[in-house]
């Protein structure tokens, strides 16, 4: 059988935890129809976020959607949080089975 595979963008978002229900809000605002959230933690060369307290917990968002989508939503982020935040981002395409779903 051969499967019909759709191509799409899937947007990471690497961000202080505190951030995360803004951050589903404004995706789903820009056309994001769904998403997935993990706690995470790492280094980077602004240093160690261990997530061992409230204030040191980092999640990742990750995006499944069109490349303009994932776009309006990266250039959001970029003004609204990353000057005061926490936050990295970046694109992986991908492809999907279903791609109504995303």
Same mark, same amino acid.
């Given at each position: ?61 990750? #995006? ?32 999907? #089975? ?5």
């Amino acid at each position: 059988m051969k499967l019909a595979k759709h191509p799409k963008t899937m947007l990471v978002i690497v961000a202080e935890a505190l951030l995360e229900e803004d951050l589903i809000r404004d995706a789903s605002q820009r056309g994001a129809q769904g998403w997935t959230v993990s706690e995470v933690h790492g280094a980077s060369r602004d240093g160690v976020r261990e997530g061992a307290w409230e204030a040191d917990r980092t999640i990742e968002l990750r #995006l499944v959607c069109d490349e303009a989508v994932a776009d309006a939503i990266a250039a959001h982020v970029l003004q609204a949080y990353a000057a005061h935040y926490a936050v990295a981002m970046y694109f992986v395409p991908v492809t999907v #089975l279903r791609p109504e779903r995303f």
